[in-house]
């Protein structure tokens, strides 16, 4: 299957500075780029999303960023709070276009 | 009013038992799935449902056996559990198959099998 590498595994930031956290993938079909963000104990949820047919998008202070040709994309998330403390998963469409997969997730902390 | 339900949040059993877990969604989609989260918090797809209708099926073992009485539940069975299935197990749906359509996931039903 399709991998999707996610780094770094964990990240530490100061409130109000800025996370990014990368993603590459191996299949030159995929065209469908959500990130998921999962508090402990709670269930994923979407932040944000990127087709191939675009190449950055925003959403307050989170974006997302696509490179097809270089098949890496990033997130990024500025002025970060306390409360953006989660684990965040990228992923990927698979070539047949029915399932996703996920990179292993970033453990980000924001301590105040 | 809850979207993707799942029953029960927590289960405990032993080795060798059979068991089920349920999933219902009120979101009126028409695909759902399974996902496994193990214990370093992987997630990966095992199964996938449009309308009733088998579409995904990873490599999982044939004890597991997913069942779609209708396109709102999607219920998955597990036979003669073994310690390696120990996991967080997720349900979600989307509107329709394909894959860029934004999943919406159930809080999940930990499975602890000693």
């Known amino acids: 299957g399709e991998n999707v590498e996610q780094h770094p595994s964990t990240l530490s930031v100061q409130e109000g500075d800025s996370a990014v956290i990368k993603c590459t993938y191996s299949?030159?079909?995929?065209?469908?780029f959500p990130w998921y963000k999962q508090e402990l104990g709670k269930r994923p949820q979407l932040i944000i999303d990127?087709?191939?047919?675009?190449g950055e998008k925003k959403d307050q202070r989170i974006a997302v960023t696509l490179n097809k040709t270089a098949k890496h994309f990033s997130l990024h998330i500025t002025e970060t709070q306390p409360e953006d403390s989660a684990v965040y998963f990228c992923?990927?469409?698979?070539?047949?276009?029915?399932?996703?997969?996920f990179g292993k997730g970033t453990s980000l902390l924001v301590t105040p | 009013d809850t979207a993707v339900s799942q029953t029960p949040k927590y289960l405990v059993t032993q080795m060798g038992n059979d068991k089920s877990i349920k999933c219902e969604q009120n979101?009126?989609?028409?695909?759902m799935y399974w996902y496994k989260q193990d214990s370093k918090k992987f997630l990966k797809i095992m199964f996938s449902?449009?309308?009733?209708?088998?579409?995904i099926n990873e490599t999982v073992p044939n004890r597991f056996s997913p069942k779609s009485p209708d396109k709102a539940h999607l219920n998955l069975h597990i036979n003669s559990l073994e310690l390696g299935d120990s996991a967080v197990y997720f349900c979600?749906?989307?509107?329709?198959?394909?894959?860029?359509?934004?999943?919406?996931f159930g809080p999940g039903t930990r499975l602890t099998v000693t």
């Open positions: 449902y449009n309308n009733k209708e088998l579409i």
């Open positions: 979600a749906s989307s509107l329709q198959p394909g894959a860029n359509y934004e999943q919406y």
């Open positions: 299949d030159s079909a995929s065209n469908y």
């Open positions: 979101l009126g989609h028409d695909t």
């Open positions: 990127i087709r191939s047919n675009v």
């Open positions: 992923a990927a469409s698979t070539n047949s276009g029915y399932a996703l997969n």
